[in-house]
């Protein structure tokens, strides 16, 4: 209300409700883990970013063999994701069984874990939630968590 409270936001693009393929703008709140979580991934990444000319925080350099400068350097493709998620993530932190299978993991979870969060602990937030997501309506939003 009086200007004196300081928000950091995350800006990218949202692609499945644009109307083209370079997707629309949306800034993210990002609280002060998620503030700190970027200076880490900045300091990560400061030297991959420079060798490749790249902005990207998530970078990875291929396994070619190749180093310095005729390595290549890309984003990492959604497999690599997903191996990492469930052969060392969810190792890491135990993650348990179900129904005596390992759990797969994948990234899609995360986004749907938050929003139930949200929506089932104070539904007034549903508003916040929706803009978050980037959903055209809040129905979108009530009806998916």
């Given at each position: 209300?009086?200007?004196?409270?300081?928000?950091?936001?995350?800006?990218?693009?949202?692609?499945?409700?644009?109307?083209?393929?370079?997707?629309?703008?949306?800034?993210?709140?990002?609280?002060?883990?998620?503030?700190?979580?970027?200076?880490?991934?900045?300091?990560?990444?400061?030297?991959?970013?420079?060798?490749?000319?790249?902005?990207?925080?998530?970078?990875v350099?291929?396994?070619?063999?190749?180093?310095?400068?005729?390595?290549?350097?890309?984003?990492?493709?959604?497999?690599?994701?997903?191996?990492?998620?469930?052969?060392?993530?969810a190792?890491?932190?135990?993650?348990?069984?179900?129904?005596?299978?390992?759990?797969?993991?994948?990234?899609?979870?995360?986004?749907?874990?938050?929003?139930?969060?949200?929506?089932?602990?104070?539904?007034?937030?549903?508003?916040?939630?929706?803009?978050?997501?980037?959903?055209?309506?809040?129905?979108?939003?009530?009806?998916?968590?």
């Amino acid at each position: 209300g009086d200007g004196s409270e300081r928000f950091a936001y995350l800006v990218g693009r949202i692609y499945k409700t644009a109307r083209d393929a370079h997707g629309e703008v949306h800034r993210w709140v990002a609280p002060p883990p998620v503030e700190r979580a970027m200076l880490v991934m900045e300091r990560l990444s400061a030297r991959l970013r420079a060798q490749s000319g790249r902005s990207e925080l998530f970078l990875v350099m291929a396994s070619n063999g190749l180093v310095g400068p005729a390595a290549r350097i890309n984003l990492p493709i959604v497999s690599t994701i997903i191996s990492r998620l469930n052969n060392q993530f969810a190792p890491f932190i135990a993650l348990p069984h179900h129904e005596g299978e390992p759990w797969h993991l994948n990234t899609h979870q995360g986004r749907k874990t938050f929003a139930r969060f949200v929506g089932k602990r104070d539904r007034t937030g549903l508003h916040a939630l929706q803009s978050h997501f980037g959903h055209v309506t809040r129905a979108m939003t009530d009806r998916g968590y």
